[in-house]
C-alpha cells in the first residue's frame, strides 16, 4: 500500500492535546474545533485529510459523503458506535481506535459505582449536603461473599474482575468469545446467560453496542434476576434497556442502577438520573488524566505510524492493510493493480469482469495472497468515478457483481482473459498475457499498447516503425 498521506486533521472534541502536538511534530496541520453541529461538521471535513474524534461526534453516514478527502478518523477511546463504519469503509476510509488506553479507568469507575450501590454513597452525600443526618437510610450491604455477573469479559470485563474478587466477590460471567478457560485463569466461571441471571447479586455489562447486545438486559433477563439486583452500564447505553430498568427499579426486581452511559447523552427523558435508587454519571468511564492522555497519544501515535508507513496499528476496518507495511507488499500490491487494469483493458466492455480468479503461486506468497487479490480487484474497478482501495475493494466489487476466486497453487485455467505477473528486480513485470508469452517481461509502468499478430518481422516494422526496429 503507498504510504497514506495525511497533510491535515480536524480534531472535533476535546482530546488531550499531546495528540496536537504529536500529529503537529509530524508535519501535520491541526484544527481544533470542538461542539460543531452537523451541518458545520458537514461543512467543514471537507478540507481534511483526518478527524479525531471521541464518543460526542456522530460521523454519520452524511458526514462520511461529505468529507472528499478523509483518509482516516482516528477515535481517541474505545468505542466507535458513534463512526458509520461501514459507510466509512465504503469510501475508502480507515476507521482506528485506540481501544485500550481507557480500560483501567473505565474499568475503576464501574467499581467506583458497584461499591457506591451498596453502602448509598452518593446519596448520602447529597443528604449530609442538605444538612441531615441520617444513618437507618443509607443502611448498606457487604460486597464481601457476594455475586458479580460480568456480561462481557473483554479488557474492561477482566480488569473488573480482579478488582471485584479483591472485595470477595464471587465472581461470573458470559462471553461468546472469550474461552472459558481463558476467564477462569482469572477467576472468572462462565456460564449461559439462562443460568447467571438468577444467581447474581450485581450485574455489571461490558460489551460493545452493537444488534446482539441491545437489551441485553430487557424484561424477560430481569425477570430472571433474584428480586432486587443491582446493576451497572459503563459500556453502553441500550445494553440495559432503559425502559425494563426503569420498570424493574419501581418494581424492586432491580434494587439500584449505576449508569454512567445512556441510549441519549445527555438523556432528555431523566426518569432513570431522577430515580432515588438510580447514581448516574454523564458518561465518565475515560475521564481521567491518564486515560485522556493515554488515548490522544495513542491515536496520534498510531496515526503517524501509519503515515511514515511504519505499521497499522487500531484500525477496525481494513485488517487486509497490517501486512501492506513492507517494500515487497508495495511492489505485490502494484503488480495486482497493474494485472487488474490490463485484463479489464482487455475487455471490450465498459463493465467489469463479472468474475475472476486468482492464483497465487510460491511459498512467499502465502501471507500476500489476501491484499494481492485485493489489488487485483482494485485494477478491475479503477476506472472514472470509481475509487478503489484495499480498504472497499471487496465491498466495491460484491456490489459490482463481481465473483473472485482464490487459490494458492496452480489450476488449470480457462478464462478467456489470462494474464501472468510477477515480481522481478522490484519492478511487477507481465510474463503472459491471453496465451502469449513475453520472452523479454514486460514491464507494468506507463502506458502499454499491445498488438497481436503472428511473428513477422516486417509487419512488426509496419507497426513501430522502423527507427524503433
Ligand atoms: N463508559 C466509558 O467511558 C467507556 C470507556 C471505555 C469503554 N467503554 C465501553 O465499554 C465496552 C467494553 O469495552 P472493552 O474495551 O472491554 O471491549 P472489548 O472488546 O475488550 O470487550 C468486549 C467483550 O464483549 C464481548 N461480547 C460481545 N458480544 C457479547 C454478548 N452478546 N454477550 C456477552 N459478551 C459479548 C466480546 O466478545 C468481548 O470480549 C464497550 O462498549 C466500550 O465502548 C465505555
Ligand atoms: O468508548 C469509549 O472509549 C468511552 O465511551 C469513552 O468515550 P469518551 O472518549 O467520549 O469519553
Redesign the pocket.
Known sequence: MAPIAIKSVLISESVDPRCKSILEENGIRVTEKQNMKKDELIAEIKNYDGLVVR?ATKVTADVIGAADNLKIIGRA?????NVDVDAATKKGIIVMNT??G??I???E??CALLISLSRNVPQAVISMKQGNWDRKKFMGSELFGKVLGI?????????VASRMQSFGMRTI??????PPQVSASWGVEQMP?EELWPQCDYIT??????P??VG?LNDESFAKCKKGVKVVN???GG?IDEAALLRALESGQCGGAGL??FVEEPPKDRALVEHPNVIS?P?????TKE?QARCGEDIALQMVDMVNGRKLIGAVNAQILVSTFTEESHQLIRLGEAVGALLQACTTSNKPLSSVQITTLGDSMKTSTSYLSSSVLVGLLKHDGCCPNLINVLSLSKEAGIKCLIFKKNLTCESTLQAIGAVQGGVPVLLELCGSVFRQPVSLAGSLLFFKAPANPQLLSSVAGKNLM
Do not use: Q
Open positions: 464518543s477511546g474505545t468505542g466507535v458506535d481501544p485500550s481507557n480500560t479507568s473505565a474499568a469507575l464501574t456480561v462481557g469479559l473483554g479488557r474492561i470485563g477482566k480488569e460471567g458470559y462471553d461468546p468469545i472469550t446467560l455489562v461490558h460489551t460493545p453496542l452493537m446482539s447486545t441485553l459503563c459500556a453502553r445494553i454512567d452511559v454519571c458518561h465518565l468511564g475515560a475521564s486515560a
